[in-house]
């Protein structure tokens, strides 16, 4: 067993949820193609200064936790840092749903 596995269940979270719950959180939106594609121009020198002050914002992975990452997050193995963050996102969308406080990573890692 490992914290999240019992933050899990402390929280009656189905691992199921978790997954619908970053496929969503995760998925690109126009306005982080417009930052990946403003990214891209910068670093091919034909950026304009809007491009470039866009291109230093954050934006989504685009991808989602999956389901061997989630079971060994939730068996104890050790998994990447970006997993981890995705799998935060991810349960802290599902305790807003049920209108609960969100957690950090170290209450679940």
């Known amino acids: 067993m490992s914290k999240l596995s019992d933050f899990l269940e402390k929280a009656k979270i189905d691992p199921r949820r978790v997954l619908a719950a970053s496929t969503r959180v995760e998925h690109l939106r126009p306005e982080d193609r417009s930052v990946k594609l403003a990214r891209t121009r910068v670093r091919t ?3 304009s200064d809007s491009e ?4 230093g914002q954050g934006r989504r992975s685009g991808k989602p936790v999956t389901k061997p990452t989630l079971d060994a997050a939730l068996g104890g193995q050790a998994v990447s840092s970006k997993a981890r963050q995705r799998i935060v996102r991810a349960v802290n969308q599902v305790l807003e749903q049920k209108k609960q406080d969100q957690v950090q990573a170290s209450d679940l890692f």
């Open 45 to 47: 020198g034909k950026a």
């Open 52 to 55: 470039k002050e866009r291109a």
